[in-house]
């Protein structure tokens, strides 16, 4: 679980995110790499890793709109 702090209208809160799955997949394709201003690096990537989560952040809870819901 990965957990963030930010500043909420001069709060403390948490963003938390739920990691459910990650894998590796394996492809082949080239990406090119910023190496200065008129050069650049052309690398074969092989594998990406892929990472699902879930964002578990809190909205208003006290709003009694969505309470019936």
Do not use: P
Not at 11 to 21: A, M, P, Q, S, V
Not at 27 to 38: A, Y
Request: proline fraction near 0%.
């Amino acid at each position: 679980m990965i957990w963030y702090a930010c500043g909420d209208c001069g709060g403390t809160t948490k963003e938390r995110y739920l990691e459910i799955l990650e894998f590796t997949h394996f492809v082949e394709f080239f990406s090119f790499n910023k190496i200065g201003e008129n050069h650049k690096e052309k690398i074969l990537v092989q594998r990406v890793t892929v990472v699902v989560a879930l964002d578990l952040g809190t909205g208003n809870t006290k709003n009694l709109e969505y309470e019936n819901e």
